[in-house]
């Protein structure tokens, strides 16, 4: 009897076949493909992620350290001064990743709008607000931070968007604008570039090669 639940326990540490089936068991019950593109996205990383720390024992703690995590647990003293730009510094990603991140300067003012009205000067930056328009608490939840996206989301009429996706977004026009494959690396937190590229969506691109005329040609 006891070698049977001892059989029939869910194992403490998965390795990449069992996340490997658990992933195709979630698409597969997706009819979406708006849907499946989200989810596959997101359990690719959290597959590199967990499979990082092959020690690391699979629970609902280690399922909810993803990046909501990362906001809501943004405090005052992370935003500084870095290079004349402004930065969060220290922030701590998954796998105990420690980075810093560029933060635009239309970010800082509408970041100092809410501190500023919410009178927050130190402690968590983003904190609950009751229906009265009160803030209220020293922080907010991972669950806050979807709801919140849904509801904006549905407001501008996109159906289907996660917290997730805008991570994606952001890449894509950093690397639309010019941004170079290696800082959008560094932004993400990305521990492999081809995690990057992925989110980027890239292909080789024959005709306009990069080793293209680079201006050490031969004269014809």
């Not at 989200?38 to 909810?64: K, N, Q």
């Not at 935003?79 to 796998?95: C, F, N, P, S």
């Not at 009265?132 to 907010?140: C, D, E, K």
């Amino acid at each position: 009897m006891a070698g049977a639940k001892l059989r029939d326990a869910p194992k403490a540490v998965l390795n990449l076949r069992d996340l490997d089936q658990a992933k195709s068991a979630v698409l597969n019950s997706l009819c979406s493909p708006d849907a499946q593109r989200g989810y596959r996205h997101a359990m690719d990383e959290f597959i590199e992620w967990y499979c990082s720390e092959p020690r690391l024992s699979f629970s609902r703690t280690v399922v909810l350290r993803l990046r909501r995590h990362e906001a809501v647990s943004l405090e005052m003293r992370h935003i500084q001064r870095r290079e004349d730009h402004w930065t969060i510094v220290d922030l701590h990603g998954k796998a105990n990743h420690t980075r810093t991140v560029p933060v635009p300067d239309w970010v800082k003012a509408l970041l100092d709008q809410w501190t500023q009205a919410a009178a927050i000067n130190t402690g968590k930056i983003f904190r609950r607000v009751t229906k009265a328009g009160t803030v209220w608490g020293i922080g907010m939840t991972e669950k806050v931070v979807w709801h919140v996206v849904r509801e904006y989301a549905t407001a501008a009429g996109i159906t289907t968007l996660a917290p997730h996706d805008l991570r994606r977004s952001c890449a894509r026009l950093c690397h639309a604008a010019g941004g170079e494959l290696e800082q959008i690396q560094f932004l993400l937190g990305h521990v492999s570039i081809q995690t990057t590229e992925r989110y980027l969506g890239c292909k080789q691109r024959i005709k306009t090669a990069s080793n293209d005329r680079r201006g050490i040609e031969p004269p014809v």
